[in-house]
Structure formats: C-alpha cells, structure tokens
C-alpha cells in the first residue's frame, strides 16, 4: 500500500500526468512523457501489470471507471481519446500514428510520421491482442473480438472481428 502512495504521489507531482482518485496503478506501470505530452487518467480506473502509457508528444486521456489489462500499451502520438466504462484486455496495442513511406530514396524511419489519433468512446471492449490503428474512433458500445486489427472506424454498438476488421453484427 506504502508503494501505491508513493507512486500517485510522483505522478500528482507530475502536471503532465494527472491521475484521478480511486484509481489503482500496478507497480510496473510505465506512464512515461519524456518526449512530452500529458497524460490524463479518470477516477476508479485500473491499469494491470506491465501495461504502458507513453504520449510521444501527443496527450492520453482515460476517462472514469476503464480497465487497462496487463501488458497492453497506449500511444498517445496523434492523441488517444478514452471514454468511460472501457474494457481494454491484455496484450492490446493503440497506436495514434503510423509511419511515411512514400519516399523510395530515404529509409522509412526518416520520413516522420502520420498522427490523425483515435478516439475509443464509452462503454468499449476491446479483446485480448487486439490492434488499434491510426484514424479510427471506436463507436460507444462496441466489442472488438479478440486479435482483431481495428484499422477503419467503428459505428456504435458494433461487434468487430478479424484482420482486418469487419463487422460481424450489432448489439
């Protein structure tokens, strides 16, 4: 318990990252704003072992009452919008940017980034292993079956699956 107060003390020392009351940190969180950005994380949230929340520059928001299983990671690049009430199970990855590559004459890595964000609405799950790709929102109250590859937007009460992701019905 000593080691959960000492760890919401240096982020609320941090005004990059804001982490609201009655949200539970596991110890090995990376919550990381080196490259700058911010990170904002509601109340009564859960974020399990090993799950990591780097901004890249660009902000993270988590909304009230989400769930972040373990060894997921949340990019915050081109901005990473959470509503409320999200299920994100283990082993996701949301990435809010994608790399340029039109240029045959200079390697990849050298050509910077596309960043247009994702935004995920409320009351969300995602499955296990699940991949969120640049410019997609995530309609409130859909389901992403698990190891699906979200790479266009999703219209409410949607349950997607498959790579890449289609839709398989409404709820």
């Known amino acids: 318990m000593a080691l959960i107060s000492k ?11 804001i982490i609201g009351n009655g949200t539970k940190i596991s110890s090995n969180v990376v919550i990381e704003t080196q490259y700058g ?15 990591i929340l780097m901004t890249y520059g660009g902000k993270i928001e988590v909304g009230d009452r989400c769930s972040i299983n373990p060894y997921t990671i949340l990019y915050g690049h081109g901005g990473l919008k959470i509503g409320n009430d999200v299920l994100i199970a283990g082993h996701t990855m949301v990435i809010p940017a994608n ?14 980034l596309i960043c247009k964000g994702i935004t995920i609405e409320d009351d969300v799950w995602i499955g296990g292993g699940c991949r969120i790709l640049d410019g997609v929102t995530i309609g ?3 389901i992403i079956a698990a190891g699906a590859v979200v ?21």
């Open 7 to 17: 760890i919401r003390d240096f982020f609320r020392s941090n005004r990059n990252i």
């Open 140 to 142: 409130k109250g859909s």
């Open 37 to 51: 950005g911010e990170i904002n994380i509601g109340e009564n949230c859960e974020l399990l072992n090993g799950v």
């Open 99 to 112: 790399h340029i590559y039109t240029d045959r004459n200079k390697t990849i890595n050298s050509q910077g």
């Open 151 to 171: 790479n266009k937007s999703v219209d409410p009460y949607s349950i997607i699956g498959g790579i890449p992701g289609k839709l398989l019905k409404k709820r």
